[in-house]
């Protein structure tokens, strides 16, 4: 039966309240998850809005062949080239967490240190928030404030509206 | 420990150079702070003890503003300084890593080798230092010219490095100027935050994805480097976004460590630049 993005962010959580040994192994694992969590999200909030475009390679690629992004830079360059900050973020993000998440799989000669794990758990949660943030408010600067002021700025100085919930 | 007492005007100078120096620029650790009391006493010291000798009062005084991250006024100080004594080898080199501070990184290496040559007085930080001028801007050629001199081989590696990871960025079409505005955004935020000799280690992803890895390994804990990492992001981002930058991000990997991060496995973990990974892998 197939699974939705939704089941991997489960399969996530649901590592974060148990543990095993090796304690590498298990920490592995929290990455890999996590970041196939962020990154399938990611790859919906592509597929899903219609105002945002995938980019296979460079917009200024003289040779698109050759410049083809991979697999999961195409994800986190097409948020990048957005030029949506909020997405730009989550893409340079996932640029970060990709790397760990190819550290945690392939290099098995190298250990995860404390520093790898606290930033896996922050990638995790910035990718998280900003999506989420992004799909309720769209273009908005991200914040994790309730409340926000629209300020325009206008040919009669900056106008502002009153305060403006987020959810 | 009881503080010392000195017995002259001189000497209480030299004991708050002391204090500045091993209190506050060597040997930092975690997220750099200096309260306002320190730094008034600091310059209450140097107020009452002026008559001990101007060059080491302005010197005193040009710290002081480096402490405060005042570097402008640092640089007219250690001028002043410099003006009275224009050949000592201690004003210079801290002069040195002012001017380094305030990104001037030949004039920073030009004064190295002034006195290494001139003064014959060679600290084992000094080639370090213009190790760490030559970084920005991928230059190996101060550093090259210092090693000659003192007719050692130690800089061999490092001065390589240089060259090969200036070849290498072309690979995966990073310029040069690329490189220098993110070294422009993450060095004098390091030295702010943490005033702690800024180390990176280079590597170059060019398989499926391609990017420049900078890992900075700082003497800090877990939590101060996440602190430091959501700053820079933070830094790089308004970059991008107030100058239009966008061709920035996506192109380099930047994160802040503690030093012990540094020895996780990988071959020749002190090495500058580790070459480039063109494994495919997704």
């Known amino acids: 039966m197939a699974v939705e993005v939704e089941d991997i962010y489960k399969q996530k959580f649901a590592l974060d309240s148990i543990s ?37 390679c ?8 050759k410049d083809r992004y991979g697999s999961h830079q195409k994800v986190y360059m097409s948020l990048i080239h957005s030029k949506i900050r909020v997405l730009s973020e989550i893409g340079q993000t996932l640029l970060l967490y990709h790397e760990l998440r190819k550290k945690s799989d392939y290099n ?24 989420e943030f992004y799909m309720k408010n769209g273009d908005q600067h991200f914040t994790k404030a309730k409340k926000v002021i629209n300020a325009t700025v206008g040919r009669n100085g900056v106008k502002t509206s009153g305060l403006k919930l987020l959810k | 420990m009881a503080p010392r007492q000195p017995e002259t005007k001189e ?65 007219a100080e250690f001028k002043k300084a410099i003006r009275i004594s224009p050949n000592d080898p201690i004003i210079l080199t801290n002069y040195s890593v002012a001017l380094r501070l305030l990104n001037k990184n030949a004039e920073s290496s030009e004064l190295l080798i002034k006195v290494i040559k001139s ?12 190790l760490f001028n030559s970084i920005p801007n ?24 240089l060259i090969l990871l200036k070849k290498d960025l072309q690979r995966i079409d990073v310029s040069l100027l690329e490189f220098q505005e993110i070294m422009g955004l993450l060095r004098p935020m390091v030295n702010k935050r943490t005033r702690q000799q800024f ?31 959501s700053e820079f992001f933070d830094i790089l981002m308004d970059y991008v976004f107030e100058n239009d930058r966008h061709n920035l991000l996506g192109k380099f990997s930047v994160v802040l460590k ?19 990974n063109e494994e495919l892998v997704a």
């Open chain 1, 20 to 56: 095993f040994e090796p304690i590498e192994s298990y920490e592995r694992l929290k990455i890999t998850r996590g970041y196939y969590a962020a990154f399938l999200y990611a790859r919906q909030l592509l597929n899903t809005d219609d105002s945002l475009e995938w980019h296979s």
């Open chain 1, 58 to 65: 460079h917009p200024n690629s003289k040779d698109p062949q």
């Open chain 1, 108 to 131: 098995l000669h190298l250990n995860i240190t404390p520093d790898d794990i606290s930033n896996a758990e922050i990638y995790f949660n910035s990718c998280k928030e900003r999506i």
């Open chain 2, 11 to 75: 000497q209480a100078l030299h004991y708050l150079l002391e204090d500045i120096v091993e209190g506050y620029l060597v040997n930092q650790r975690g997220i750099a702070s200096v309260s306002s009391f320190v730094l008034k006493g600091f310059l209450k010291r140097a107020e009452e003890n002026k008559e001990g000798g101007l060059d080491a009062y302005y010197l005193a005084k040009a710290m002081i503003n480096v402490l405060q991250g005042r570097l402008n006024a640092a640089e």
């Open chain 2, 119 to 130: 003064f014959g007085f060679v600290d084992k930080t000094m080639l370090n230092n213009i």
């Open chain 2, 138 to 161: 991928l230059e190996p050629t101060y550093l090259q010219e210092a090693a000659e001199y003192l007719q050692t081989d130690e800089m061999n590696d490092d001065i390589d490095n």
């Open chain 2, 199 to 229: 180390i990176p280690r280079f590597s170059i992803e060019n398989g499926l994805d391609k990017y420049l890895k900078i890992e900075i390994f700082l003497n800090v804990n877990t939590e101060e480097a996440s602190e430091l990492n």
């Open chain 2, 258 to 276: 503690q030093l012990e991060s540094r020895y996780d496995g990988t071959e020749n973990p002190e090495a500058l630049y580790l070459g480039v």
